[in-house]
């Protein structure tokens, strides 16, 4: 198991436009998160998954994204008609149940031209 | 509302000298904390959790404090390297499924 992956690492995209982010936990963690980062901040959290519920959703999901985890395996964040302030770096991360560690992917950075 | 805030925003050490990295929260009705490091343009590596029982845990050159009553934590990294140089951030759960609260991190660079 080489980690948490998340494709793609890089997206530009037009105002307007959707794009979706790909997020593969490690295999045997079932709970998944998924955080956004913009420059000099920390991490913000956006939504929780256990296994394939989703359990927990931050304020900052507007209803222009959308997140689902089928099977309870990999994971993917939608955003619908991407405006600039979308531009971040989307962080997905995963940890196994009743475990505090936490293992975070390599982010893909999003920029709205 | 948790809030979390990392001081100095910037630090800059020559090699071989300690580093001290601040953190503080304003709740402390907290699980754990975390430290974690960042390069540039990439992911997170956790460095050191700390359980809300625990007063500190060490992992090589680096060893974190916690005092929940005071709503500090506090990263010493021994004996700096050029290698350390990154962002650290800190960040406290306050759920038992693990949601993050971070603060805005310390830009380290380490000079040779």
């Known amino acids: 198991d080489t980690g948490v992956s998340q494709n793609p690492r890089h997206k530009i995209t037009k105002r307007g436009q959707n794009v979706t982010f790909r997020c593969d936990p490690i295999?045997?963690?079932?709970?998944l998160y998924w955080y956004r980062q913009t420059l000099g901040q920390g991490p913000e959290f956006l939504t929780y998954f256990q296994n394939e519920a989703q359990l927990e959703k931050s304020r900052l999901l507007s209803d222009r994204f959308s997140a689902e985890r089928p099977k309870g395996s990999f994971s993917t964040l939608e955003i619908q008609r991407t405006e600039q302030g979308d531009s971040a770096m989307y962080l997905c991360?995963?940890?196994?149940?009743?475990?505090?560690?936490?293992?975070f992917g390599s982010g893909t950075r999003l920029t709205v031209v | 509302k948790q809030e979390v805030t990392q001081i100095p925003a910037a630090l800059s050490v020559p090699e071989g000298e300690n580093l001290v990295l601040n953190c503080s929260f304003t709740d402390s009705a907290i699980y754990n904390l975390q430290w974690f490091r960042q390069d540039p343009g990439k992911g997170l590596t956790s460095l050191l959790l700390i359980q809300s029982s625990q007063r500190e845990q060490t992992s090589g050159r680096l060893n974190a404090s916690l005092d929940k009553s005071s709503g500090r934590s506090t990263l010493y990294i021994a004996a700096s390297q050029p290698g350390d140089s990154a962002t650290y951030l800190c960040?406290?759960?306050?759920?038992?499924?693990?949601?993050?609260?971070f603060g805005a991190g310390t830009q380290v660079v380490v000079t040779p």
């Open positions: 991360a995963s940890s196994p149940q009743g475990a505090l560690g936490y293992t």
């Open positions: 960040a406290v759960s306050g759920t038992s499924w693990g949601k993050l609260q």
């Open positions: 295999s045997e963690h079932n709970r």
